[in-house]
């Protein structure tokens, strides 16, 4: 049976392999890009004002709100002219399969631990599901 210790240097190297992966790396490479990139920061920073913009007529109105359209469509176009970046389409692309990797991950490690709860339940006999072993 594992320790703490041994989990967390299997997850550890679980970690190690995803970092060294291409996606990864592209990633890594574009987020800095984003970080570094006027056209991008003042696509971000307009973008993020019309949330805010949102937001407000959100809380005050809603659709009643008499800008609701205009602030609408300033989210919407500010959303598209961020993500019609090619920069940005590729590092959404990277982040969604990292996330689809994680995702897998989770999922074997959930079905490995559900196996074995399931086969120690099924061995100990009493059905009760309190065993002591």
């Given at each position: 049976m594992l320790n703490n210790t041994d989990y967390i240097e299997l997850c550890e190297a679980i970690g190690d392999e995803i970092l060294s992966l291409p996606v990864f790396q592209m990633y890594k490479k574009l987020q800095h890009e984003m970080?570094?990139?006027?056209?991008?920061?003042?696509?971000?920073n307009e973008f993020e004002k019309a949330k805010e913009l949102y937001a407000d007529v959100?809380?005050?109105?809603?659709?009643?709100?008499?800008?609701?359209?205009e602030v609408s469509?300033?989210?919407?176009?500010?959303?598209?002219n961020l993500y019609?970046?090619?920069?940005?389409?590729?590092?959404k692309a990277c982040e969604k399969e990292i996330q689809s990797i994680l995702d897998e991950i989770s999922n074997y490690i959930s079905q490995a631990?559900?196996?074995?709860?399931?086969?120690k339940t099924?061995?100990?006999?009493?059905?009760?599901?309190?065993?002591s072993r």
């Open positions: 970080n570094h990139n006027q056209e991008i920061i003042q696509l971000i959100e809380r005050y109105g809603g659709k009643y709100h008499p800008d609701y359209k469509q300033r989210l919407i176009d500010t959303k598209s019609q970046n090619a920069s940005v389409k590729e590092f631990v559900e196996v074995t709860v399931k086969t099924k061995s100990c006999g009493c059905g009760s599901g309190n065993c």
